[in-house]
């Protein structure tokens, strides 16, 4: 049975790589923070009686399901409801114009940068933007294995897949990531 300190102390080491790895797959800081809080809640609760070894690939598995509810819920919501009050202009007289909108939006987004610093945080960007185009299940075993630095047999149990599967997965998602960067100008 884990301790407190055992639980708090492997809450606190995987919390910024948990929070990374949300991000890359939902995209969203905000969803992204409460998926990464509702699986460490979930740990917490019910499996707080667990040998502090197993503590790391519960919470994988516990993250990975949370992340797949998070889009579920996201896709109903989605199906059901429409926004349009992100469509409002702030002011009574004035129309909204939605490619106005886009366009402001694009240029907040920009990063002003020393020359010598551009090309890299381009490429990084463009590395970021190549692995959130991943299919959900390769990104998954791709960000397991590589920036989870879990072995295959852990990836499969966190993914709840064979370790063919996960191979598999991490296999097209380097080839994948390869071609798309290789045409990019960044070698690897």
């Known amino acids: 049975m884990a301790t407190d300190k055992e639980l708090s102390d492997f809450l606190q080491s995987v919390e910024k790589r948990a929070f990374k790895r949300s991000v890359y797959h939902v995209r969203d800081d905000e969803a992204a923070l409460d998926i990464v809080q509702d699986s460490m809640m979930k740990l917490a609760e019910h499996y707080s009686d667990k040998p502090a070894n197993e503590l790391p690939m519960l919470f ?21 409801f429409s926004n349009f009050s992100d469509f409002e202009s702030g002011s009574d007289n004035d129309e909204f114009d939605i490619l106005e909108s ?15 610093n551009y090309a ?12 959130q185009k991943l299919p959900t299940r390769q990104r998954e075993a791709f960000l397991l294995r590589y920036w989870e630095d879990l072995d295959v047999a852990e990836t499969a149990a966190a993914m709840g897949c064979s370790e063919g599967s996960v191979k598999t997965h991490c296999s097209r998602a380097i080839q994948s990531l390869h071609k798309a960067l290789s045409a990019k100008g960044i070698k690897p």
Not at 102 to 116: G, I, R
């Open 102 to 116: 886009l366009t402001q939006s694009d240029n907040n987004h920009k990063v002003q940068s020393a020359e010598e």
């Open 60 to 80: 994988q598995r516990i993250l990975s399901n949370t992340t797949l509810d998070w889009f579920r819920r996201n896709k109903t919501k989605k199906a059901l």
């Open 120 to 131: 890299s945080v381009e490429n990084f960007h463009d590395i970021e933007d190549e692995v």
